[in-house]
Antibody, heavy 116, light 109 residues
Framework: QVQLVESGGGLVKPGGSLRLSCAASGFSFSDHYMSWIRQAPGKGLEWVAY????????YYADSVWGRFTISRDGAKSSLYLQMSRLRTDDTAVYYC?????????WGQGTPVIVSS | EIVVTQSPATLSVSPGERATLSCRAS??????LAWYQQKPGQTPRLLIHSASTRATGTPGRFSGSGSGTEFTLTIDSLQSEDFAVYYCQQYSSWPPPWTFGQGTTVEIK
């Protein structure tokens, strides 16, 4: 079955960097668009970034543009989110999800806490 | 950016009753609307896409309707496992962002 497992979250100081990973299994990773979505504590869902099947089409939410970079590695069936210049309002659980508009499968999420 | 607004924020329903949740988009999204369910401490789960198509595994008591700017999620005969937060999301925009509503909490009355 489809599995998405995120890792790499943790506590980081404002201005710091963190790289999230999402290991995919149970489906042909290279055939699917992928997205990152986040959820701040006690809040709703916010779409963060999207990457096409080949990686040649990428979009970001305005709130992370210029600070976050989404990428993928087909050989490793993995999705990544490089986060830099982190701010306190980036604190959230970060989910990877399969899909570009319709998010059909989600990982369990990895928490990112930005605090001094 | 298309703004998505859900109402009510909280819906109190007795088990076995029907729940009706609303979602409104600030401009037409045609039928490019999805509904997700999130139980406490769990990951969001896709329930409905294309406004009215149930995702694999979604029980028949869940139904979606609407198009353009007004959408509804109906849950017939609420079961205990249905008490959760429900989010709608538009994916009509190209390029993104694809925006979510703020969620409706369905709680036990």
């Amino acid at each position: 079955q489809v599995q998405l497992v995120e890792s790499g979250g943790g506590l980081v100081k404002p201005g710091g960097s963190l790289r999230l990973s999402c290991a995919a299994s149970g489906f042909s990773f290279s055939d699917h668009y992928m997205s990152w979505i986040r959820q701040a504590p006690g809040k709703g869902l916010e779409w963060v970034a999207y990457i096409s099947r080949t990686g040649n089409s990428i979009y970001y939410a305005d709130s992370v543009w210029g600070r976050f970079t989404i990428s993928r590695d087909g050989a490793k069936s993995s999705l990544y989110l490089q986060m830099s210049r982190l701010r306190t309002d980036d604190t959230a659980v970060y989910y990877c999800a399969r899909g570009e508009g319709i998010l059909s499968h989600w990982g369990q999420g990895t928490p990112v806490i930005v605090s001094s | 950016e298309i703004v998505v607004t859900q109402s009510p924020a909280t819906l109190s329903v007795s088990p076995g009753e029907r729940a009706t949740l609303s979602c409104r988009a600030s401009q037409s999204v045609k039928s490019s609307l999805a509904w997700y369910q999130q139980k406490p401490g769990q990951t969001p789960r896709l329930l409905i896409h294309s406004a009215s198509t149930r995702a694999t595994g979604t029980p028949g008591r869940f139904s979606g309707s609407g198009s353009g700017t007004e959408f509804t999620l109906t849950i017939d005969s609420l079961q205990s496992e249905d008490f959760a937060v429900y989010y709608c999301q538009q994916y009509s925009s190209w390029p993104p962002p694809w925006t979510f509503g703020q969620g409706t909490t369905v709680e036990i009355k």
